[in-house]
């Protein structure tokens, strides 16, 4: 099947529910229901679609779905080119990075919002590195923070390059 031309990627909203509610920066509601994507429906709607070029997994926090792996997979099978996580990153270990990357997550976006959070992720940005995804991106919610905290960010782009091949 052909990847399909004028719409560029997948977002799979897993979930609502997030391990930081009611808390967290980047949750676009205060209240956070306990909704969960039912895979089959994704599923039913991807082959409807098609092969598209990229996926985005998002949530909610979907890091919290034990089936994680299983979405991760369902994109892999309809997309040509990368299936991107976007997490807090609180609950990534070494062990689920390594069973996403196995069911074909290739990048991992992980979002901070303060240099605390920045240095409470550090460690699962490099260790997705280690495991060999081919980018690994802290993301920074304002161009304020990202000038604030350049420095910092410098310093871990010299760490995950440690990992580099």
């Known amino acids: 099947m052909a990847v399909k031309e004028g719409i560029f990627r997948y977002r799979v909203i897993t979930n ?9 920066y980047f949750c ?21 679609v098609g092969i598209l070029k990229r996926a985005t997994i998002m949530g909610g926090e979907s890091t ?5 792996p299983d979405f991760i997979a369902l994109c892999k099978e309809y ?11 609180i609950l990534l270990d070494e062990e689920k990075i390594l069973s996403y990357k196995e069911a074909g997550l290739t990048e991992v976006a992980i979002s901070i919002s303060s240099l605390q959070q920045y240095r ?18 802290i993301s920074i919610s304002s161009l304020e923070q990202y000038h604030q905290r350049r420095n910092q960010c410098l310093l871990c782009k010299q760490y995950i390059s440690q990992y580099k091949n």
Do not use: F, H, W
């Open 16 to 24: 609502l529910n997030c391990n930081m509610s009611p808390n967290c």
């Open 28 to 48: 676009y509601q205060p209240y956070k229901p306990n909704m969960y994507l039912d895979i089959e429906k994704a599923k039913d709607t991807m082959r409807k």
């Open 64 to 68: 919290l779905r034990e089936d994680l």
């Open 79 to 89: 997309v040509s080119q990368n299936v991107c996580l976007v997490t807090n990153g």
């Open 120 to 137: 409470d992720r550090r460690e699962q940005a490099l260790l997705c590195k280690k495991v060999g995804l081919t980018e690994v991106a």
